[in-house]
């Protein structure tokens, strides 16, 4: 029987194509997240920090959030570099030794993070275009499936750091410059792959097309199968408007700490 192969290990091989295949791959976990977290109203309650006082002042999705992150943290989550978590403060040590991951990061890469901006915008601008009105009382699931698509969209935005490291490997001497002069500007220019961000765009579209549809047995397509559980021109603007940008500023600040 066929099957996916198992990954390749970054320290062995760091190139370009292994991170642009995980970024792939990463593309059907926030698809399906999306999905999922679809299958919900907005149900807005879980996201309102007054409406229940025994939380002290915080929502019901940050409880959830902070208390699974918690546990994850324990448990070893975080001693992945590709993990990052979004309440850093005051998570408990993990309760297992640490496996082997390969570091190939620069050290730095830790103190590198845009979770807030992640938080911000899944709660604020994605959720009202992936979700109807509403409320159905299922806040605990709606919050478990907050929790996978913000984890999915934190560990691909994050995953610029590899991104980041790969490119500048690739062509030290031309980084090494923007680095030295703290420019901004010229390093977005050297790690933009236009067409590259094209076909993203175009791919993950086609995967909110592929994944979201309605499956039925009749031959002929029916109204229901042309329908998708979420707008594939939302998944293409959420890459376009948020997922790019906040990667490539991942990206940035990354690289411009790099020789630290
Ligand atoms: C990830 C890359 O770097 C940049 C960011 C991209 C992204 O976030 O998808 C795509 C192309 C580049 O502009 C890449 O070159 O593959």
Redesign the pocket.
Same mark, same amino acid.
């Given at each position: 029987m066929a099957q996916e192969k198992a990954p390749p290990s970054p320290s062995q091989d760091l190139t &370009?194509e292994w991170?642009?295949d995980a &970024?792939v791959r990463q593309e059907d976990s926030i698809v399906f997240a999306l999905i999922e977290r679809a299958r919900f109203p907005c149900n807005a309650p879980a996201y309102n920090p007054s409406l229940f006082p025994q939380l002290g002042g915080r929502s019901l999705v940050e409880v959830f959030v902070r208390g699974a992150e918690g546990l994850q943290a324990k448990c070893g989550r975080y001693q992945n570099p590709e993990e990052v978590p979004f309440f850093p403060d005051d998570l408990p040590a993990p309760l297992i030794t640490a496996y082997n991951f390969p570091q190939v990061l620069h050290p730095i890469s830790a103190s590198v993070a845009v979770s807030d901006a992640i938080w911000y915008m899944y709660f604020n601008d994605l959720l009202p275009l992936i979700t109807v009105e509403g409320e159905d009382g299922n806040y605990a699931s709606t919050a478990a499936s907050d929790l996978i698509c913000l984890q999915a969209l934190s560990r691909r935005i994050h995953f610029?750091k590899f $991104?980041a490291e790969v490119?500048y490997r690739d062509a030290p001497l031309d980084y090494t410059t923007a680095i030295h002069a703290k420019d901004r500007d010229a390093l977005m220019k050297l &790690? #933009?792959?236009?067409a590259?961000?094209e076909m993203?765009k175009r791919r993950v579209k086609k995967k909110a097309m592929v994944f979201g549809q309605n499956v039925t047995l009749e031959d002929k397509d029916s109204d229901a199968a042309s329908q998708y559980k979420v707008d594939p021109s939302v998944v293409a603007r959420l890459?376009e408007d948020w $997922?790019?940008p906040f #990667?490539?500023v991942v990206?940035v600040d990354y690289l411009l700490r790099r020789l630290d």
């Open positions: &370009l991170v642009r &970024l610029g $991104v490119k &790690l #933009t792959f236009e590259v961000e993203v890459y $997922v790019i #990667t490539k990206e």
